[in-house]
Structures are given as structure tokens and as C-alpha cells.
């Protein structure tokens, strides 16, 4: 399904997590919606954002890439003073305040149990149509060594499941996906990400 290409993000300035994963893509996208993308690598990258992205990768090198970096702090306090933040597969892993694998740094944005890997290694990566709150029609998810959340907690809104596992969802101004929208020409996520989410008041 191709992707409306209309001005949702006319006027936001929007940050892409851009220390390891596939950010460019993202940056395309909003780039097409009329948004101004910005590449984030460093706290002061932060300044005058309203939203910011946190893509797919792997989510123990970028978490400890964003402890080296200050990043992990700089994210926390962007988000708790009123910004939007989205993360993307590993990002997903990153907002949550809890895994089920090892220790690992996390954001701690959303109150969510999350299983990396839930999905199982690369070889098992597998797209899927997904029925999402909200929107007419279904969204074709591409899940890479995909998460899932195992619990959430009071104030997460699912959005989509697999089987019973959560892998989109959205508490106030964070919003989750296990998949990765910005490898399809379908664009509503990050309009959704744009309109409801970094235009709300509602924090988590």
C-alpha cells in the first residue's frame, strides 16, 4: 500500500537517533511528509525538537553507545520535559523499563516487559499484515529479529498484537513498534508519530 504523501510533519522538527541502525530511512520518510529531519548524535542535538526517532539495530551496542555518549540521560530528560519519542524495533527494546534477557541499558520511558529476539534470530524475520487501532486498513509490518512486549502496564495502549504479543503501542508521548515501518511506501506510523503523538499533551 502506498503511503499518502501529504504535510502532517509541515512545521516539526523531528530528531533520528542516528548512532547506529537504519536512520536514513526514517529521515527519507519524513523528509516526504514535510517534516525537518534531524540527524541526533549528540545531548545538544536535542535542543528545539519535537519529536525524536529511535530506530532499529541492535539495541545493547546502541544503548551503550547512547550511555558513552550521554545520550541515554540527554533522552530521558527530552522526554520528560514534553518531547515525543518513538522507537522502532531495538528502540522498542530501549523505551521499555524492563527485559526479559539480560541487564542492558534501557530508557525506561514506557512501563512494558519486553522479550528481545521474541520473534526469534534474523533467518526467522517475516513480514505480516497487522490490524492497528486507529487505522482503516492493514498496515504490512517487517519484523528483523523483532521484539515483543510480554507485559504492559497501567496507561499502554496496545495498538497491534501478534498471537496475544504486543508489538505496537503507545503510552501519552511515546510511541512503540516491534516492526519497521520506514521499510515499507506506507507512511501512516510516522504520520500517526507526527499528528496524535507530537501533537499531544498527554505524557506516560
Not at 528545539?48 to 530506530?55: E, K, S
Amino acid at each position: 500500500m502506498a503511503g499518502r504523501r501529504n504535510g502532517h510533519g509541515e512545521g516539526r522538527r523531528i530528531g533520528v537517533l542516528a548512532l547506529q541502525g537504519d536512520f536514513r530511512e526514517h529521515v527519507e520518510i519524513l523528509e516526504r511528509l514535510g517534516a525537518e529531519p534531524v540527524e541526533v548524535r549528540h545531548p545538544e542535538d536535542l535542543r528545539g525538537l519535537d519529536g525524536l526517532i529511535v530506530p532499529g539495530g541492535e539495541s545493547t551496542t546502541i544503548g551503550n553507545l547512547m550511555v558513552h555518549s550521554g545520550m541515554l540521560d540527554a533522552i530521558r530528560s527530552f522526554f520528560y520535559q514534553g518531547g515525543a519519542v518513538w522507537g522502532t524495533c531495538a528502540g522498542m527494546v530501549l523505551a521499555a523499563s524492563a527485559t526479559t534477557g539480560p541487564s542492558q541499558p534501557l530508557l525506561g520511558i514506557m512501563s512494558a516487559l519486553v522479550e528481545r529476539n521474541g520473534f526469534g534470530r534474523q533467518v526467522h524475520s517475516f513480514e505480516a499484515d497487522l490490524e492497528v487501532k486507529g487505522f482503516d486498513g492493514p498496515f504490512r509490518g517487517v519484523f528483523i529479529r523483532a521484539p515483543y512486549f510480554e507485559d504492559v502496564g497501567p496507561g499502554v495502549e496496545v495498538l497491534a498484537e501478534i498471537d496475544g504479543r504486543v508489538v505496537a503501542a503507545r503510552a501519552g508521548k511515546v510511541l512503540v513498534t516491534a516492526f519497521h515501518p520506514e521499510l515499507t511506501d506506507d507512511t501512516r506510523f510516522h504520520e500517526y508519530f507526527l499528528r496524535e503523538v507530537c501533537g499531544s499533551d498527554e505524557r506516560s
